[in-house]
């Protein structure tokens, strides 16, 4: 549609139009809005992920404790999110502690399946 027909409309169509195109700019707007968080939920999750896996490498149990750091980290990340600090951040830092929880989740469920590998093929389980 050129210039020329849209100035033949009546105003009432013309009016409708514009809404229309309104009601459009603001859905993609929310749609922009929504995948943005669902992404960088994911890249902060993601590098909760890499940090309990560095944690985990120089630094596998907390200091005079048998506690796994990784581990903690996650927990102390997800229990600060979930009680609040008052900010915009909660989320991120969810998804942060959830990274890392999610390391701690795999590389046990990992090594549990490489020791029932060996265990059923008769040889040593590995180290973990």
Known sequence: MDAKSLAEL????????L?????LGKRANERARH?????????ITVAGGGAGAAAHHFMPKLWGT????????GFVAVGVAAMGTGTALDEQIGD???????????RSMSSWL???DAAEAGTPAPAP
Do not use: E, N, W, Y
């Open 10 to 17: 009546p105003k009432s169509d013309l009016v409708h139009k």
């Open 19 to 23: 809404q229309r195109v309104a009601a």
């Open 35 to 43: 995948a943005g968080s669902v992404v960088m939920g994911t890249i």
């Open 66 to 73: 048998d506690i796994d750091s990784d581990l903690a980290a």
């Open 96 to 106: 942060f502690g959830a990274g890392c929880l999610a390391f701690v989740a795999g």
């Open 114 to 116: 490489a020791s029932r």
